[in-house]
Antibody, heavy 116, light 113 residues
Framework: EVQLVESGGGLIQPGGSLRLSCAAS????????MSWVRQAPGKGLEWVSV???????YYADSVKGRFTISRDNSKNTLYLQMNSLRAEDTAVYYC??????????WGQGTLVTVSS | QSVLTQPPSVSGAPGQRVTISCTGS?????????VHWYQQLPGTAPKLLIY???NRPSGVPDRFSGSKSGTSASLAITGLQAEDEADYYC?????????????FGGGTKLTVL
């Protein structure tokens, strides 16, 4: 069974940094396309970043240059390093396995609040 | 502003049929990319409801069905039940310099009257 468990969220001041983790089980992270998707309070879903099985990474324009997606194959874990955080980055962050034609499988999410 | 367009809200009485549309363009749905649908119950993570335009994962009732035509897709729910009250999102891919980007609809809130 596919399982994704996010952690690392919390309250952070504007300009600060935070690293989110997503521990996967039931499949191999490095063999899949893995995405981060966020949802601001009361808003819809917004794709943030993806890492392909080959290691290529891509970002939404809103986070480009500030966020970095990575993975640790030995830990079967996905990460999102978030720097220069802004109030508008406040959201629940979900990691997801992108199964292509099979759709996305989601974790339970972790809340990031950027506020002074 | 979302790349895929959904109605903000739909409603129906128990037992009725409702549909939710998802309108894209020639660079996403019209380019042949698959459409997936997710159900998000209040306070929970999105859950895959329909994949590959019209396929249901194991455990999803056959009251839920999906279709795709041209640059649009639709989710239909028949025999509406109170527990169907949730937000529904469509998702596809959009052609970009990197190959393709994941794109979502803005979401549709379903109210069961």
């Amino acid at each position: 069974e596919v399982q994704l468990v996010e952690s690392g969220g919390g309250l952070i001041q504007p300009g600060g940094s935070l690293r989110l983790s997503c521990a996967a089980s039931g499949f191999t992270v490095s063999s899949n396309y893995m995405s981060w998707v966020r949802q601001a309070p009361g808003k819809g879903l917004e794709w943030v970043s993806v890492i392909y099985s080959g290691g290529s990474t891509y970002y939404a324009d809103s986070v480009k240059g500030r966020f970095t997606i990575s993975r640790d194959n030995s830990k079967n874990t996905l990460y999102l390093q978030m720097n220069s955080l802004r109030a508008e980055d406040t959201a629940v962050y979900y990691c997801a396995r992108d199964g292509g034609i099979g759709g996305m499988a989601w974790g339970q999410g972790t809340l990031v609040t950027v506020s002074s | 502003q979302s790349v895929l367009t959904q109605p903000p809200s739909v409603s129906g009485a128990p037992g009725q049929r409702v549909t939710i549309s998802c309108t894209g363009s020639s660079s996403n749905i019209g380019a042949g990319y698959d459409v997936h649908w997710y159900q998000q119950l209040p306070g929970t993570a999105p859950k895959l409801l329909i994949y590959g335009n019209s396929n249901r994962p194991s455990g999803v009732p056959d009251r839920f069905s999906g279709s795709k035509s041209g640059t649009s897709a639709s989710l239909a729910i028949t025999g509406l039940q109170a527990e169907d009250e949730a937000d529904y999102y469509c998702q596809s891919y959009d052609s970009s310099l990197s190959g393709w980007d994941v794109v979502f609809g803005g979401g549709t809130k379903l109210t069961v009257l």
